[in-house]
């Protein structure tokens, strides 16, 4: 079997919530990891957006303030 | 049936010695509390990583002793991720979701390389202080706790370990390439509420060239079978640009046939990252035609899509 080590960075887990966005030419946001915060942000962008509102209305909780 | 492990670890032995697995065994039917099967099949994960075969590679290299497979990974688990998130299925979210670190296939696509293909990325996986944030997430109206990676089938002993430790009537899902061993699967039987499992590649030329895996339609069929018969299943596809008809087509005409009525998520968001670039195709994000023509292929065969 292969032992050599793969050569990659090696990135601790932030404490920090943490989502990703890609914006595309045509104007498509395509998000990843997406976390209430993240979705807050995009709602307020576009507040129209059907896939985003679905996301937002689940909600009870204020989770991204978690306890440690 | 319970299939026997064709190793020294026998799971076939290990159930008439322990009584630990039911055959078949929904959660519902479960005679003894989850936390307790979860303990002790991580006991027997733990002693299996000496002859690891908890995925369709089938390596059986001993993990406890430093010998690493296909995967890299060792005999303990790290995660790079671990918080609530909205992005997944609409019935599953929010959810509390645990990316441990590493993988048994190498996608050129994957959206965590650095992360999914390095099972020494991120940071130790401490059973307890992350079963207690899972927990405080639960308790503040995170509606599933959701194990991942990387693929998480291949830090078998880590996971079973943090169900342990969940309460019993948490929704537990397990996110999966769908690639794990018949072996794998009785240690996960009657566990996760949920499995989530990706159906990546329609056939086996796209699945070695973007994920150097052979063999994977017929692993996946397995896995898929299984899951829906032991839980609640919802299978994911990422729709790949210049892969309709070669991946998404036959996808979708095996679970029309063989899974009718399974909850599909078809996820169009492409998006060209880690080592896509290899494949001239996947340069770039799925285009809207393409979409369309995927979402047109699975109306025509009924599939149960959902958001």
Redesign the interface.
């Known amino acids: 079997?292969?032992?050599r080590?793969?050569k990659?960075?090696?990135?601790?887990?932030s404490e920090n919530?943490?989502?990703e966005f890609?914006i595309?030419p045509d104007g498509?946001i395509?998000?990843?990891?997406?976390?209430?915060p993240?979705?807050e942000l995009l709602h307020k962008l576009s507040p129209n957006d059907g896939?985003i509102a679905?996301?937002?209305k689940?909600?009870?909780?204020?989770?991204?303030e978690?306890?440690? | 049936m319970i299939c026997a492990a064709p190793n020294k670890w026998s799971t076939d032995s290990y159930v008439r010695e322990n009584q630990v697995f039911e055959q078949g065994n929904p959660r519902t039917q479960q005679s003894a509390p989850r936390s307790t099967l979860a303990r002790e099949r991580a006991r027997l994960a733990r002693a299996m990583l000496a002859d690891c075969r908890f995925c369709a590679h089938d390596c059986g290299v001993n993990r406890l002793a430093g010998e690493q497979g296909l995967c890299h990974a060792g005999a303990t688990a790290r995660f790079f991720s671990a918080q609530v998130e909205v992005s997944d299925e609409l019935e599953l979210i929010p959810t509390f979701a645990v990316a441990l670190s590493g993988c048994d296939l190498r996608c050129d696509f994957c959206i965590t390389g650095a992360s999914s293909w390095n099972p020494r990325a991120g940071a130790g996986f401490d059973v307890g202080a992350m079963a207690a944030k899972a927990r405080a997430a639960w308790q503040n109206g995170a509606r599933t706790i959701m194990v991942l990676g990387g693929e998480p089938t291949i830090h078998l002993p880590a996971a079973l370990e943090f169900v342990s430790l969940l309460p019993e009537s948490a929704k537990l899902v397990w996110k999966t390439n769908a690639h794990g061993s018949a072996q794998a699967r009785e240690l996960l039987d009657g566990l996760f509420d949920v499995w989530l499992a990706d159906y990546k590649f329609g056939n086996d030329d796209c699945a070695a060239r973007l994920a150097k895996v052979s063999g994977y339609n017929h692993v996946v069929h397995e896995n898929l079978i299984w899951a829906a018969d032991h839980s609640e299943l919802i299978v994911r596809h990422l729709l790949m640009p210049g892969h309709v008809e070669c991946c998404w087509a036959p996808v979708a005409e095996w679970l029309a046939g063989n899974l009718p009525g399974v909850k599909v998520n078809l996820r169009p968001g492409f998006w060209p990252t880690w080592h896509a670039a290899r494949h001239a195709e996947l340069r770039q994000p799925v285009l809207k035609p393409e979409s369309e023509r995927a979402i047109a292929l699975a109306r025509a065969l009924n599939l149960n899509l959902i958001p």
């Open positions: 079997m292969n032992k080590p793969i990659n960075s090696i990135r601790p887990p919530l943490w989502s890609l595309l498509r395509l998000a990843h990891n997406l976390t209430r993240g979705a896939q679905l996301r937002m689940h909600h009870a909780s204020t989770n991204h978690l306890p440690d």
